[in-house]
């Protein structure tokens, strides 16, 4: 399951542009002949209990980076902010539109922004607009050379990335359109399904690659490419061993469940999405690959036999042409949080539009799709979109107390105070099953028990404070969660007391739940409002197993190999949970090989 940054940390470091560059407090260097100033500078904003601490860093009065420092914004604001970083990024001004639905988070943003750059001894007023800087810039476009060029440092790029560098010498270029890595990784738990991993062993948990095979592909309704889950399944394994021992990932010694998975297998980063990314740009940057961030590519260059042999980027309005010797891996991730697309796309729900959040980064707009449709590639399955189902409504984003449905006891009503899913089923289900109640909002039970076994007080305080405050959680007695939702409170014990007389015989008669079917106590609750946010996009680029791009006649586009949620064909109908991981690195570790490799 992919999940927002934080995990009860105030703290979030965001990936280092210029990961050798160490930041100092406002450290600058002025080019006195030109007036203009270079160097990096904090700023912070605060506002009653709220504050954000950038670092802004200029070069000659332009802005090349900026990093949040720290934060205590709502879990999933987060993305609003990198938003904003982009787009200021893109404008070289903090004149930008504020994030709908987070206009008090971005005007905090940029307040601090705008500190740090009158901490530079400039006013926003000096910084000269994009158009003026590049017209300034070199006329014509510049040209890049290198042997592999990645487009995109998620999971899948980073992972094509080391590989790449692993052995050989090859010149090794990753090109990122944020001004820091990781899109949708960044945003996951980096949790990690493997068959026969070590905490499993530990537990003695049994499991096997035909186990693993069967919940994948039946996961995906039966619709996936078999061929190109058994290179998942036989990889799964190895690759976590080599993400923990070459690449350095640090795992928790406990694991975790998702539904669709027969048995608990799946490995839990330290420090979760972000950190797992860190780990993996440190990596790469160490082995020596070149990360350009900033740098959008905007489309392929094919050369007249019809290989693909590099790319034509934007980075601040100047178009860079990068030319690859060896292949271009595409990696950019699927499109989840382009609506235009969505709603062109799919097939399944019937309209998913904006009034539908996501938990994608804004990055996660379909680029790379858009790229390849226009150098011939196939598509595979672009209808099948994946919606997650339980999100704060207040954020799209999920909820890291959901963690007591996935591995212990949850109940899930809806308006009606009825229940109407077995909450231990695939996201899949869920939200098709959450889509049909009233409002298409449920609410998720969890007594006192629960939250005691599970910690979820200690663990997820940041996240229990923040939605207090949004509204959208309540502790307390049964009467006290049913008043606050207005629900029905006699509906609402009925409910509780039909399942726990299931509970009680072993056997869920309405929905037939096998997973933790234990009573539900009957002292204090948490109580959670929750609906639906698009996830993840199943379809993408067709692939074979060597990761090459398939074209529309059926036959490889010569150089380009891709990897990754922008690839098609693996996951049929829905993903499950934590199979993301082991999909972007198996693939990007073979696209990497095969670009070194083939012709
Ligand atoms: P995956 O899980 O498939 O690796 P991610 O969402 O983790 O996908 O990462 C995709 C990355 O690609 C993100 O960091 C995103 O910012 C980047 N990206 C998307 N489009 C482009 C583009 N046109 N040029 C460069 N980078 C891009």
Same mark, same amino acid.
Not at 147 to 152: E, Q
Not at 338 to 355: A, F, H, I, P, Q
Not at 369 to 382: C, P, R, T, Y
């Given at each position: 399951?992919?999940?927002?940054?934080?995990?009860?940390?105030?703290?979030?470091?965001i990936?280092?542009?210029?990961?050798?560059?160490?930041?100092?407090?406002?450290?600058?260097?002025?080019?006195?002949?030109?007036?203009?100033?270079?160097?990096?500078?904090?700023g912070?904003?605060?506002?009653?209990?709220?504050?954000?601490?950038?670092?802004?860093?200029?070069?000659?009065?332009q802005?090349?980076?900026?990093?949040i420092?720290?934060?205590?914004?709502?879990?999933?604001?987060?993305?609003?902010?990198?938003?904003?970083?982009?787009?200021?990024?893109?404008?070289?001004?903090?004149?930008?539109d504020?994030?709908?639905?987070?206009?008090k988070?971005?005007?905090?943003?940029?307040?601090?922004?705008?500190?740090?750059?009158?901490?530079?001894?400039?006013?926003?007023?000096?910084?000269?607009?994009?158009?003026?800087?590049?017209?300034?810039?070199?006329?014509k476009?510049?040209?890049?050379?290198?042997?592999?060029l990645?487009?995109?440092?998620?999971?899948?790029?980073?992972?094509?990335a080391?590989?790449?560098?692993?052995?050989?010498?090859?010149?090794v270029?990753?090109?990122?359109?944020?001004?820091?890595?990781?899109?949708?990784?960044?945003?996951?738990?980096?949790?990690y399904a493997?068959?026969?991993?070590?905490?499993?062993t530990?537990?003695?948990i049994?499991?096997?690659?035909?186990?693993?095979?069967?919940?994948?592909?039946?996961g995906?309704?039966k619709?996936?490419?078999?061929?190109?889950?058994?290179?998942?399944?036989?990889?799964?394994?190895?690759?976590?061993?080599?993400?923990?021992?070459?690449?350095g990932?640090?795992?928790?010694?406990?694991?975790?469940?998702y539904?669709?998975?027969?048995?608990?297998?799946?490995?839990?980063? =330290? $420090? !979760? /999405?972000?950190?797992?990314?860190?780990?993996?740009?440190?990596?790469?940057?160490? &082995? @020596?690959?070149?990360?350009? +961030?900033?740098?959008?590519?905007?489309e392929f260059?094919?050369?007249?036999?019809?290989?693909?042999?590099?790319?034509?980027?934007?980075?601040?309005?100047?178009?860079?042409?990068y030319?690859?010797?060896?292949?271009?891996?595409?990696?950019?991730?699927?499109?989840?949080?382009?609506?235009?697309?969505?709603?062109k796309?799919?097939?399944?729900?019937?309209?998913?539009?904006?009034?539908?959040?996501?938990?994608?980064?804004?990055?996660? =707009? $379909? !680029? /790379?799709?858009?790229?390849?449709?226009k150098?011939?590639?196939?598509?595979?399955? &672009? @209808?099948d979109?994946?919606? +997650?189902?339980?999100?704060?409504?207040?954020?799209?984003?999920?909820?890291?107390?959901?963690?007591?449905?996935?591995?212990?006891?949850?109940?899930?009503?809806?308006?009606?105070?009825?229940?109407f899913?077995?909450?231990?089923?695939?996201?899949d289900?869920?939200?098709?099953?959450m889509?049909?109640?009233?409002?298409?909002?449920?609410?998720?039970?969890?007594?006192s028990?629960?939250?005691?076994?599970?910690k979820?007080?200690?663990?997820?305080?940041?996240?229990?404070?923040?939605c207090?405050?949004?509204?959208?959680?309540?502790?307390?007695s049964?009467?006290?969660?049913?008043?606050?939702?207005?629900?029905?409170?006699?509906?609402?014990?009925?409910?509780?007391?039909?399942?726990?007389?299931?509970a009680?015989?072993?056997?869920?008669?309405?929905f037939?739940?096998?997973?933790?079917?234990e009573?539900?106590?009957?002292?204090?609750?948490y109580?959670?409002?929750?609906?639906?946010?698009?996830?993840?996009?199943m379809?993408?680029?067709?692939?074979?197993?060597?990761?090459?791009?398939?074209?529309?006649?059926?036959?490889?586009?010569?150089?380009?190999?891709?990897?990754?949620?922008?690839?098609?064909g693996?996951?049929?109908?829905?993903?499950?949970?934590s199979?993301?991981?082991?999909?972007?690195?198996?693939?990007?570790?073979?696209?990497?090989?095969?670009?070194?490799?083939?012709?």
């Amino acid at each position: 399951m992919k999940r927002v940054v934080l995990a009860g940390l105030f703290i979030i470091i965001i990936g280092c542009f210029l990961t050798a560059c160490k930041f100092q407090d406002n450290i600058k260097t002025k080019e006195e002949a030109e007036g203009a100033v270079s160097g990096t500078f904090r700023g912070e904003a605060k506002e009653q209990e709220e504050y954000i601490l950038v670092e802004v860093m200029l070069q000659k009065n332009q802005i090349s980076h900026i990093e949040i420092l720290k934060h205590n914004e709502t879990p999933g604001f987060e993305k609003a902010m990198t938003q904003l970083i982009d787009d200021i990024v893109a404008k070289n001004s903090i004149e930008v539109d504020a994030v709908s639905g987070a206009t008090k988070t971005s005007k905090r943003f940029l307040k601090a922004v705008e500190n740090a750059i009158t901490a530079a001894g400039i006013t926003s007023k000096d910084l000269p607009p994009i158009e003026e800087l590049s017209n300034k810039a070199d006329e014509k476009s510049s040209k890049i050379d290198c042997d592999i060029l990645i487009i995109g440092a998620g999971g899948a790029g980073l992972s094509a990335a080391i590989e790449a560098r692993s052995e050989g010498d090859d010149r090794v270029v990753l090109l990122e359109k944020m001004s820091f890595g990781g899109g949708n990784t960044r945003m996951s738990g980096g949790e990690y399904a493997a068959p026969g991993n070590w905490v499993q062993t530990s537990l003695g948990i049994e499991d096997s690659e035909d186990l693993f095979f069967k919940d994948i592909y039946e996961g995906g309704n039966k619709k996936g490419n078999k061929d190109l889950i058994n290179i998942v399944v036989q990889n799964a394994l190895p690759n976590a061993y080599w993400l923990r021992d070459f690449v350095g990932v640090e795992y928790k010694d406990y694991q975790s469940w998702y539904g669709g998975h027969t048995v608990s297998r799946t490995l839990w980063p =330290v $420090g !979760d /999405g972000p950190k797992y990314v860190d780990t993996l740009i440190d990596k790469a940057v160490e &082995l @020596g690959a070149n990360i350009h +961030y900033n740098t959008r590519a905007e489309e392929f260059i094919v050369n007249e036999e019809g290989k693909v042999i590099g790319v034509r980027a934007k980075r601040s309005g100047k178009i860079i042409e990068y030319i690859a010797e060896k292949g271009v891996i595409l990696a950019t991730g699927g499109f989840g949080a382009n609506v235009e697309m969505r709603m062109k796309y799919d097939t399944r729900w019937n309209g998913l539009d904006e009034s539908i959040p996501t938990t994608n980064s804004p990055a996660i =707009v $379909g !680029d /790379g799709l858009i790229m390849a449709e226009k150098a011939g590639a196939n598509f595979i399955g &672009l @209808g099948d979109i994946q919606l +997650y189902p339980i999100n704060n409504p207040a954020t799209g984003n999920y909820y890291f107390m959901d963690y007591a449905r996935l591995n212990s006891n949850a109940l899930l009503v809806n308006k009606n105070g009825k229940r109407f899913v077995d909450e231990k089923d695939t996201r899949d289900r869920l939200s098709n099953a959450m889509l049909k109640q009233p409002d298409a909002k449920v609410y998720e039970l969890i007594d006192s028990q629960v939250i005691q076994d599970m910690k979820l007080e200690l663990l997820y305080e940041n996240e229990i404070v923040k939605c207090y405050e949004q509204g959208v959680l309540v502790r307390g007695s049964l009467q006290d969660c049913c008043d606050y939702f207005d629900l029905p409170l006699e509906k609402v014990k009925k409910t509780i007391n039909r399942f726990n007389s299931f509970a009680e015989k072993g056997k869920d008669e309405d929905f037939g739940r096998t997973k933790n079917l234990e009573k539900i106590g009957d002292d204090t609750y948490y109580m959670f409002s929750c609906i639906v946010s698009v996830h993840h996009t199943m379809g993408g680029v067709e692939i074979d197993t060597h990761a090459r791009v398939i074209g529309k006649d059926g036959k490889p586009i010569k150089g380009l190999y891709a990897a990754g949620e922008v690839t098609g064909g693996i996951h049929g109908e829905n993903r499950l949970g934590s199979l993301s991981m082991p999909d972007t690195v198996t693939f990007g570790r073979i696209a990497a090989q095969s670009a070194k490799t083939m012709k």
